[in-house]
Every structure is written in C-alpha cells, then in structure tokens.
C-alpha cells in the first residue's frame, strides 16, 4: 500500500523569484482569463465552473480568481483549494504555467531563454505542491511538460460552454491595466475590453484557438507585440503601488521592511494589519 503524500504548508516563494516579482502585477492579472478558459475547456473543470458561475458575470470573474490566481500561495497566504480529482488539478495548475511563460514573452523585459523557462517551471513545481496537486501528477522535465501539454490539447480539451461564456464577455471584466497607462492603448485601437480580449486570445494555444472558433491574425500578434513592448519600457517607472496589486505590494513591502537592517520591530501597525490600515487614526510606528 502506498503510504498517503506529506502535506506541503503554504509558503511564499520569496523575494528574488520570478513568481514574486510578476505575479502580483496587475497587468499580468489579465493573463488570469486566458489560464481559465484553458482550464475551463477541461471538461470536469468546466463542469464545476458552470455549478458555481451560473449566468452571472460577476460569479464568473470571482470564479476566474479562484481557480486561476497563484498571488495568495506566492505571497503567503491562504490560496483557494477546490476539491478536483488529481488529473483536473493538475491541469488547472499546469495550465496556468503556460500562460504565465507566454505572457512573459510580451509583457516581461528580460528574454524568456530556456534557462529562466527551467527556472520559473521549478517555481511551478513548488507551487504546484503547495496548491496540494499530488507529486506524481506533476512533470519532472520540460520535455515532459510540453509532452503532457501537447496532448491534452488534442485528446483532452473540448469547447466548453463556460469557455465560450467567458471569450463572449471579456467586456465585463475589470481593467487591471492602472488608469495611467490606459491612455497609452488608445493609438492601438484597445478601448474598454478590447485590450483584454488581445491578451487573453493571444495568450492562448493556436490549437486552443481552434477549437474554441478564435481567429488570430498577423496583425493582432503584431498589435501584441507592441502594445507589449511598450508597456515594457513604461511599467518599471511607475511606483510599485500602480504596478502590483494591493495584497501584493502590501506583501512586497512588508517583506523589505522585514529584511532591513532596522528589523520588522519599525513596521507601522497599518504595514501588518489590514484591519488598523482602515483607521486614520494609527500612525505611529511600532517601538
């Protein structure tokens, strides 16, 4: 008999990673809707979507959230566990990978060579054991991944409704491009969800697309390309508060203040406790 797989306590990944620093951007947020269609097309997924969305947009986006974000398990806190069987999980987990590597090809300054490739899947092994998927469901190598990848696109995967219900309302999800950079998406024709629906149909698989009715021409992987570019050159001057979301930067900072040579005994009670953060009154420092 096998003998039960050790559970692995939620920690954070920590400063220095890629996951740390890209995760809780909220421009890569978006890339969250393309990792839930791909996870949605999986049919047990997209079964278990469907029970909790029903017809409402808003279910749907807290939806995407849950299955798809890794900020709480890269950040320290306490992700979301949905009772999947092991290959569902797995997939919901794996899946979210591929979108992350591809999305760092547009929106990431530094090359993707197969070196940081090696480095972030390492990362997602991890995760993948403190999200709870089973060891032996995750690829050792990335010959193996990209194997695995492959061929749940062809035999596994199918156009689910859910999929679909999310492509037809890329409107209604919440921009998390930060409001001073929305002007820039303008020259590029990207108002409303139009810039969300360029990220998220091009983030996908061309076998993904296919099955799912999407067209991508030449010219939206050029608009993409562009648009990523730019982005590139403007995000790092912007203040980490616009850049990351606010569990994120909360995180980030907090972590900073940790390591300083002063010690965590300077943090500010609303560094630490999101409760006295809402109470005006609380300045002083911690002594």
Same mark, same amino acid.
């Given at each position: 008999?096998?003998?039960?797989?050790?559970?692995?306590?939620?920690?954070?990944?920590?400063?220095? %990673?890629?996951?740390? #620093?890209?995760?809780?951007?909220?421009?890569?947020? $978006?890339?969250?809707? %393309?990792?839930?269609?791909?996870?949605?097309?999986?049919?047990? $997924?997209?079964?278990?979507? =469907?029970?909790?969305? @029903? +017809?409402?947009?808003?279910?749907?986006?807290?939806?995407?959230? #849950?299955?798809?974000?890794?900020?709480?398990?890269?950040?320290?806190?306490?992700?979301?566990?949905?009772?999947?069987?092991?290959?569902?999980?797995?997939?919901?987990?794996?899946?979210?990978?591929?979108?992350?590597?591809?999305?760092?090809?547009?929106?990431?300054? =530094?090359?993707?060579? !197969? #070196?940081?490739?090696?480095?972030?899947? =390492?990362?997602?092994?991890? !995760?993948?054991?403190? &999200?709870? /998927?089973?060891?032996?469901?995750?690829?050792?190598?990335? *010959?193996?991944?990209?194997?695995?990848?492959?061929?749940?696109?062809?035999?596994?995967?199918?156009?689910?409704?859910?999929?679909?219900?999310? !492509?037809?309302?890329?409107?209604?999800?919440?921009?998390?491009?930060?409001?001073?950079?929305?002007?820039? +998406?303008?020259?590029?024709?990207?108002?409303?969800?139009?810039?969300?629906? +360029?990220?998220?149909?091009?983030?996908?698989?061309?076998?993904?697309?296919?099955?799912?009715?999407?067209?991508?021409?030449? @010219?939206?992987?050029?608009?993409?390309?562009? /648009?990523?570019?730019?982005?590139?050159?403007? +995000?790092?001057?912007?203040?980490?508060?616009?850049?990351?979301?606010?569990?994120?930067?909360?995180?980030? &900072?907090?972590?900073?203040?940790?390591?300083?040579?002063?010690?965590?005994?300077?943090?500010?009670?609303?560094?630490?406790?999101?409760?006295?953060?809402?109470?005006?009154?609380?300045? &002083? *420092?911690?002594?």
């Amino acid at each position: 008999m096998t003998a039960p797989e050790e559970p692995v306590p939620p920690a954070p990944l920590g400063p220095g %990673s890629f996951l740390w #620093d890209y995760s809780g951007l909220r421009l890569a947020a $978006i890339t969250d809707i %393309s990792a839930f269609v791909l996870q949605a097309m999986h049919p047990a $997924i997209g079964a278990a979507a =469907e029970r909790l969305t @029903d +017809l409402d947009t808003r279910r749907l986006s807290r939806a995407v959230h #849950d299955f798809v974000s890794i900020r709480p398990w890269v950040y320290g806190e306490q992700g979301t566990r949905h009772l999947l069987p092991a290959g569902p999980l797995a997939w919901a987990h794996l899946a979210t990978f591929y979108v992350t590597v591809t999305a760092a090809r547009y929106f990431s300054a =530094e090359p993707m060579t !197969l #070196d940081r490739e090696q480095r972030i899947f =390492e990362e997602f092994l991890l !995760l993948g054991r403190l &999200r709870g /998927v089973p060891a032996r469901m995750l690829p050792s190598t990335m *010959a193996d991944y990209w194997a695995y990848f492959e061929d749940m696109l062809t035999h596994t995967l199918v156009p689910h409704p859910v999929a679909h219900r999310v !492509l037809d309302r890329l409107g209604g999800f919440s921009s998390t491009v930060p409001v001073t950079l929305r002007p820039l +998406l303008v020259p590029f024709g990207l108002r409303g969800g139009w810039f969300t629906h +360029l990220v998220t149909v091009g983030t996908l698989p061309q076998a993904a697309r296919t099955k799912l009715g999407l067209t991508w021409t030449a @010219d939206d992987e050029h608009r993409l390309r562009a /648009v990523g570019t730019l982005f590139t050159r403007v +995000l790092p001057h912007l203040p980490e508060r616009l850049r990351y979301a606010p569990s994120a930067y909360q995180a980030r &900072r907090t972590s900073r203040m940790q390591r300083s040579p002063r010690g965590p005994r300077h943090l500010r009670l609303t560094d630490t406790c999101p409760v006295v953060a809402g109470c005006r009154g609380v300045r &002083r *420092a911690v002594r």
